[in-house]
């Protein structure tokens, strides 16, 4: 079942996503569906909480999905592994003679190219890449291989999206106690588990 929507579902999520970085209401839809197919191939019910689902099955929310993509654009543009008209719109301080003498051009960080104020551009790949790009670990962007850097950067990337998605139910877990008056520990069992092994990782 996973294997057929990988194929079917999950492929038509990532296709050309990328054009949708930093519209967040376009991706809530999107974010149903796969939800929905989460919920589908673990045969949860269709109220049940998803983060346990997509965590289980290893699965990035759509968000991090597109930052996922643009980042492993990115380091295709690093190494020169695309259209010379994608190479043109990033800079890299390893391949700048003016920045060598910088600690960014020992991180292989990307140039940001400051947007026009009047009319901010900040979804263009010129913009957005290179501040997804210098968001990462250094430790992850100098990884040479790319199959390498995938499994490196869905590594960083898992822990950062559920731990934020943890934090946000646990304190959401708070407030319902003290609205009901439920014991704390009854309530945040489920949700202490999960944040301490993600802490842990």
């Known amino acids: 079942m996973a294997q057929l929507v990988t194929s079917l ?14 519209l ?27 983060t346990p689902a997509l965590q289980q099955l290893h699965w990035l929310p759509v968000k991090y999905r597109i930052i996922f993509k643009i980042t492993t654009l990115m380091h295709h543009i690093l190494y020169n592994r695309c259209p010379s008209y994608l190479v043109d719109l990033v800079a890299f301080n390893t391949a700048d003679s003016h920045r060598r003498q910088f600690r ?12 026009d104020p009047i009319l901010p551009n900040k979804r263009a790949f010129s913009a957005c890449g290179p501040n ?17 850097f995938r499994r490196a950067l869905k590594s960083h990337f ?38 301490l092994s993600l802490s842990l990782s």
């Open 104 to 115: 960014s051009s020992q991180t292989r960080a990307a140039v940001v190219k400051h947007t």
């Open 9 to 22: 579902v999950i492929y038509r999520l990532n296709y050309c996503n990328y054009v949708l970085a930093g």
């Open 158 to 195: 898992i822990p950062v999206c559920f731990y934020c998605i943890t934090f946000y139910h646990s304190v959401f877990t708070i407030d319902y106690c003290n609205a009901h008056s439920r014991p704390f520990s009854v309530c945040m069992t489920g949700h202490y588990n999960t944040f």
């Open 132 to 148: 997804i790009w210098n968001s990462l670990p250094p430790a992850v962007r100098n990884i040479d291989s790319h199959p390498a």
């Open 24 to 50: 967040a209401s376009t991706l809530a839809p999107l974010q149903r569906v796969q939800n929905a197919v989460a919920r589908l191939v673990l045969n949860r019910d269709r109220r049940s909480h998803i």
